[in-house]
T-cell receptor
Framework: GQNIDQPTEMTATEGAIVQINCTYQ??????LFWYQQHAGEAPTFLSY??LDGLEEKGRFSSFLSRSKGYSYLLLKELQMKDSASYLC???????????WGAGTKLIIKP | ETGVTQTPRHLVMGMTNKKSLKCEQH?????MYWYKQSAKKPLELMFV???????ENNSVPSRFSPECPNSSHLFLHLHTLQPEDSALYLC??????????????FGPGTRLLVL
């Protein structure tokens, strides 16, 4: 079956680094997305990985290992505004639909 | 700032009511989506439209009825809903349906409560 796993909730300290993991089991693979969703707001696009390796975009980086069915989102120099849910989604090969994880709620403490 | 707007933002309705959710995208996209988001559950894709034609209906109960009059507007008509239909309903759009890096852009959602 198709499955995306992420931790339900994580807590981190302002100024620190946090890594949010995502593992997937899908019949095919055509890219992995990370979205950020603040409470009561729209999910907003953060990153897209289709090749193995690390993609860096300011304080946020996303890593992909296709052989392991694994990705992580790395957030550096955490700020209070980073408190949000982070959604992982995989696009199956030959399909426009996205398979979504349940999201990881990240709580930042001072 | 995402270019996708949804109204109303909050809706409370009884099980016998009829209401409609509206979505508008200002991005010139050709594909639009309705999702249901329940607490601690993955997003559930409900309907997909491409160039105003419905291309996906993921076994959604008939009490949900979508309408896409043009490529910028999408509606979700609701009637005789059940309490378990209470959720956040998200609209999204993308340039096209093609896979790969095609990114979906979301509206802020309508928080629906069915009493």
């Amino acid at each position: 079956g198709q499955n995306i796993d992420q931790p339900t909730e994580m807590t981190a300290t302002e100024g620190a680094i946090v890594q949010i993991n995502c593992t997937y089991q899908t019949s095919g693979f055509n890219g992995l997305f990370w979205y950020q969703q603040h409470a009561g707001e729209a999910p907003t696009f953060l990153s897209y990985n289709v090749l193995d390796g690390l993609e860096e975009k300011g304080r946020f980086s996303s890593f992909l290992s296709r052989s392991k069915g694994y990705s992580y989102l790395l957030l550096k120099e955490l700020q209070m505004k980073d408190s949000a849910s982070y959604l992982c989604a995989v696009r199956d090969e030959g399909n426009y639909q996205l398979i979504w994880g349940a999201g990881t709620k990240l709580i930042i403490k001072p | 700032e995402t270019g996708v707007t949804q109204t109303p933002r909050h809706l409370v309705m009884g099980m016998t009511n009829k209401k409609s959710l509206k979505c508008e995208q200002h991005l010139g996209h050709n594909a639009m989506y309705w999702y249901k988001q329940s607490a601690k559950k993955p997003l559930e894709l409900m309907f997909v439209y491409s160039l105003e034609e419905r291309v996906e209906n993921n076994s959604v109960p008939s009490r949900f009825s979508p309408e896409c009059p043009n490529s910028s507007h999408l509606f979700l008509h609701l009637h005789t809903l059940q309490p378990e239909d209470s959720a956040l309903y998200l609209c999204a759009s993308s340039q096209d349906l093609a896979g790969g890096a095609e990114t979906q852009y979301f509206g802020p959602g309508t928080r629906l409560l069915v009493l």
